[in-house]
């Protein structure tokens, strides 16, 4: 029987991300925006209550949340800031290729030491020439003995410069296609990596976005995850799994958009009311709150399916394709129901609406996802 009621403890848990949201993350938002600082002091804060590494196996110093467990956290802390919310999703992102394809070895060598102390990680797939064309990849590794020699530079790289962990994408042979893509895990310490420039953003400042860039490289065989040639997969496995935390989180930055708008228009007096009273209004709200509802519902049902350990490829696309170009819409709309003071920094829903734009871009544009959710229904 279908049943759509969460446990206690996930109660609990949505409850506590909900609290530390609005008590540590949504007094500065504003000012981490402005400023575009790292918030390390967030980070730090949500590592000591569990918010951090929530995917993590237990026996490795993590959470050991499943799937829906993460959208929970990632919709309330979106509703604070999204900027802070990518920051700590990155983990996630990244760390998800070595709980999916990592030994236990592997595990322990590269997780333990991370989770025991507030540290970062970045998941290193895209590239100047390219992000959505995975397989024509130009980052390279060659064998040389027992060892793998990296060279490449990867772009638009959430927690690029502040990661103590990266998780990263090279081909052997560019010739090769997604057949010679490769999976290694790597500290930010080893020999010839180095953070690139800190790229400025128009929304989500206060999360890291950088160019990481690696020369000559060289890693113990002990670093590459899964099979040679099978980086391709787990990057796409790690992504079904990930994408619905990006639905989730446009549920929540939406859902922070509406609700200024309602409180705004409860106030805002025009034609001798107030705007909540114009039918016009009413239905900007109405359609917001049913685009808000079906959109969790979309996020929940794939990451329901992922902690099922059923494939979820489509309906991962169709989630973060809807929650993100709803949320785009939410905030759009939020934005003119506050008119001229919308567009002042003044008030939170500019800001809503800077960050919003992003969702709709990474971890697979939304015309990508159009393309994944089109080739699913035509059989292919």
């Known amino acids: 029987m279908i049943g759509f009621h969460l446990t206690p403890e996930q109660e609990e848990l949505r409850r506590l991300a909900r609290r530390f949201a609005q008590q540590e993350i949504a007094p500065v938002a504003a000012a981490?925006?402005?400023?575009?600082?790292?918030?390390?002091?967030?980070?730090?804060?949500?590592?000591?209550?569990?918010?951090?590494?929530?995917?993590?196996?237990?026996?490795?110093?993590?959470?050991?949340m499943g799937v829906l467990e993460a959208c929970l956290i990632a919709?309330?802390?979106?509703?604070?800031?999204?900027?802070?919310?990518?920051?700590?999703?990155?983990?996630?992102?990244?760390?998800?290729?070595i709980v999916l394809a990592g030994t236990p070895e592997q595990k322990a060598h590269f997780l333990l030491?991370?989770?025991?102390?507030?540290?970062?990680?970045?998941?290193?797939?895209?590239?100047p020439s390219g992000g959505s064309d995975v397989a024509a990849m130009l980052s390279t590794v060659r064998r040389d003995g027992d060892t793998y020699v990296l060279n490449g530079t990867k772009t638009f790289i959430s927690n690029g410069s502040?990661?103590?962990?990266?998780?990263?994408?090279?081909?052997?042979?560019?010739?090769?296609?997604?057949?010679?893509?490769?999976?290694?895990?790597?500290?930010?310490?080893?020999?010839?990596?180095r953070a690139g420039r800190?790229?400025?953003?128009?929304?989500?400042?206060?999360?890291?976005?950088?160019?990481?860039?690696?020369?000559?490289?060289?890693?113990?065989?002990?670093?590459?995850?899964?099979?040679?040639?099978?980086?391709?997969?787990?990057?796409?496995?790690?992504?079904?799994r990930t994408r619905p935390l990006i639905a989730a989180q446009a549920v929540g930055l939406a859902r922070a958009a509406m609700e200024a708008a309602i409180e705004y228009a409860k106030h805002r007096v025009q034609f001798g009311v107030p705007i909540a009273r114009?039918?016009?209004?009413?239905?900007?709200?109405?359609?917001?709150?049913?685009?808000?509802?079906?959109?969790?519902?979309?996020?929940?049902?794939s990451a329901w399916l992922a902690d099922q350990g059923r494939r979820q490829t489509r309906e991962s696309a169709i989630a973060k394709l809807f929650a993100t170009d709803m949320c785009m819409r939410v905030t759009t709309?939020?934005?003119?129901?506050?008119?001229?003071?919308?567009?002042m920094t003044e008030f939170p829903v500019e800001k809503y609406m800077r960050d919003a734009k992003l969702l709709q871009i990474y971890e697979g544009t939304n015309q990508i996802q159009r393309l994944v959710i089109a080739r699913h229904t035509l059989g292919e």
């Open 75 to 97: 919709e309330e802390l979106s509703a604070a800031c999204a900027g802070m919310a990518t920051n700590f999703m990155a983990n996630t992102l990244a760390t998800n290729p």
């Open 113 to 127: 030491p991370f989770t025991a102390s507030p540290q970062m990680a970045a998941f290193c797939l895209t590239e």
């Open 198 to 240: 800190k790229l400025e953003k128009m929304g989500q400042r206060c999360a890291d976005t950088a160019e990481v860039v690696f020369e000559e490289v060289r890693l113990p065989r002990f670093s590459l995850l899964g099979a040679e040639g099978e980086g391709f997969k787990i990057a796409m496995q790690t992504l079904d």
């Open 32 to 64: 981490y925006d402005r400023s575009g600082d790292y918030p390390w002091e967030i980070i730090k804060k949500g590592h000591e209550i569990g918010l951090l590494n929530e995917s993590i196996p237990t026996e490795y110093g993590g959470g050991g």
């Open 278 to 301: 114009h039918q016009a209004i009413q239905f900007m709200l109405a359609d917001m709150a049913t685009d808000i509802e079906a959109a969790r519902l979309l996020a929940w049902q």
């Open 333 to 343: 709309d939020a934005v003119q129901i506050f008119g001229g003071y919308g567009y």
């Open 162 to 193: 502040v990661a103590s962990l990266y998780t990263v994408f090279a081909t052997l042979d560019p010739k090769l296609k997604h057949r010679g893509i490769c999976a290694f895990a790597l500290p930010a310490t080893t020999p010839g990596v």
